[in-house]
């Protein structure tokens, strides 16, 4: 790309922020963004030429972060890991976008730095608190944004402005270099208008983790058949919202997925902790003190409501957290029986939207009804990936974004995944972020368990995703066994083979160690070579068994 073309498409952005004031509070020099834009497109990193914009509780070298907040401003000398990650994948950081302040917020417009209005309705909230990233995305002013979530800060402005949000189990990435919130239910989160670029950040970030790693037993998918929970009342929700959400139940259960409705009663409740009860004295740790100095400062630009909320987190006693951990804990114990093993739990994202003269009038009621379906998440440990699902015409003859959740338990971060990929395009079937970050090995099959098969369900049932058609090399044959479902052997033959066709499923070590302890005999694993030379696990037969089978003279089962 030539510099006159990068130069062209940064001068487009930087004119376009100027017809949209209040959603970045500092911007990069403008020739210095140019520059790194062509030199991102000439290094042709996994995110060449993605233009990035930052939350500004996050930290970018050379860029202050205020939390939304003049007085707390400082000059951080380093990237947060999670940008220094995007940079090196050849993102090119815009500028850092404005927020509900110290991220207290689910609406946008608690900031001394203006209220950030939607893209498309200029009288509507954007949501928050990562309201800047969220608009800067759907307005075409970045290609992703980074944002953070605590309460549902980084799916509730993806519903209201039509975008992806992906906020990934607690403690998978960084939060180094990020300003808390409530450090226990902190995370990074990624806005982008697809889930092709979302999924991309989140590929480049696994290299900034956090203290919490996938497992052995991670899933790559969700099962052929999936089951999942969906609210069996919908408080909040007026009936147009309603029959948004009931539009979205049947379009998944047309996308293959077999809906159960469950009481979402502990999952309410909790909700209401993380502000009503003394769970919200970690913001008051995160920076009541510096709160507490500055309240007489006129400068300082205490967002009022703010300053309220977390000013008063500190009437808790040590005995209250304690109650409030333990009943946070009857509510989750709770909620996750009732939600038994169903793969996901699907949601409305926001209940409404309202205008920012709603929330003026009423700061704190709108942003409680806001987090309905949101706050109880990190309290949970689940993750989620927030998706548009149509609009919803409202009275005053606008539509509003309507948007839903696909939310799983602890790591199953990939389930959630691939359910948003079949609701939205299930065209999309390739590898995810979750194979970037966790173990996971690749099998081939050649019979009963390629997809389609009769045995498919126990690669599928063990979280393994299809991942590809392959052809062996010219050096095997098939017999057919004597087994029910009848299946192949594949054996090794280089005098006598051929090319045989298979396929690979992508499967954890658990899964895989399952799978082998239950393999019946003479069916084994090994190394099988691919025509491209390549050597991965797969099926095989005991050589002695090719005499037990009959031969068949044919390259595909």
Known sequence: MS????????????????????????????????????????????LAGV??????????????????????????????????ALRTAGAVVLGKTNLDQ????????????????????????????????????ALGLADIAIGTDTAGSGRIPAALQGVIGIKPTVGLLSTEGVVPACADYDTVTIFARTLEDADAAMSAMVDAPGPVAFDVSTCFAAPAAPAIAVPAELPELDADWRNAFERAVAAAEAAGMTVRRIDLGPFIEAARLLYDDALV????????????????????????????????ANRFSAVGLLRARRRLTELRDQAM???GDADALLVPTAPLHPTIAQVAADPVGVNSRMGTYTNFCNLFDLCGVAVPAGTVDEADGTAAEFGITFLGKRRADAVVLDLARRFVDPELTGPTWVESAA???????????????PLEHELAGRGARWTREVTTAPSY???????????PGLIRDPERGRAIVGQTWTLSPAALGEFLAALPEPMMLGKVELSDGQWVVGFGCAADAAGAGVPLDRDRW
Request: net charge negative; charged share 20%.
């Open 281 to 312: 004295a970690q913001r008051y740790d995160a920076v009541g003190d510096f709160l507490d100095a500055a309240v007489s400062d006129q400068t300082a630009g205490i967002d009022p409501t703010v300053g309220g909320i977390i000013g008063a």
């Open 102 to 137: 110290f991220a207290t917020g689910l609406v946008g417009t608690r900031s001394p730095y203006g209220a950030v209005p939607d893209s498309r309705r200029p009288d509507r909230i954007s949501g928050g608190s990562s309201s800047g990233s969220a608009v800067a995305v």
């Open 51 to 84: 233009i990035l914009a930052v939350k500004d509780n996050v930290d970018v070298a050379g860029l202050a972060t205020t939390a939304a907040c003049p007085g707390y401003s400082y000059l951080p000398e380093a990237d947060a890991p999670v940008v220094a």
């Open 337 to 339: 029986r009732i939600w």
């Open 3 to 46: 510099a006159t073309i990068a130069q062209a498409r940064v001068d487009d952005i930087f004119a376009a922020i100027e017809e949209h004031p209040g959603v970045f509070i500092s911007l990069r020099d403008q020739a210095a963004v140019a520059a790194d834009y062509e030199w991102s497109i000439a290094q042709a990193g996994p």
């Open 477 to 487: 044959r098939l017999v057919a066994l004597d087994t029910v479902p009848p299946k």
């Open 439 to 453: 173990t996971h090995t690749e099998l081939a099959v050649f019979g009963a368990h390629m997809r389609g098969g």
